[in-house]
């Protein structure tokens, strides 16, 4: 029979266990997925990037004026490269 055991943390100590636990799950899924063998688009349209990442396109255009997203520009189109929304993911991980 498994004992239960109870310990006094902070709610800020909980928080940090818990990221230092899940950080390098993350990290190692964020990995495979970029060495999957499913092929992504190279580069997504706006609306497939706010799609991405369940965000509205009012929030991209903020991101590319933060210079959070780098956005790549055709004529009157712009596109966002995947692998580098793939390191933005992973950058804003380790800032968090």
């Known amino acids: 029979m498994a004992t239960i055991q109870l310990l006094q ?4 100590e909980l928080t940090q266990l818990i990221k230092e ?6 990290e190692s899924l964020f990995k495979e997925h970029l060495t999957s ?7 997504l349209t706006r609306k497939e ?13 903020d991101w590319c004026n933060k210079n959070i997203l780098i956005p790549y520009k055709v ?10 929304l793939l390191e933005s ?8």
């Open 9 to 12: 943390v902070s709610p800020e």
């Open 21 to 26: 636990g899940l950080k390098p799950e993350i």
């Open 37 to 43: 063998s499913h092929q992504h688009k190279e580069f």
């Open 49 to 61: 990037t706010a799609k991405f990442f369940d965000v509205s396109l009012v929030c991209i255009h």
């Open 75 to 84: 004529g009157n189109r712009t596109y966002f490269k995947y692998s580098d």
């Open 89 to 96: 993911l992973l950058s804003s991980n380790k800032r968090a």
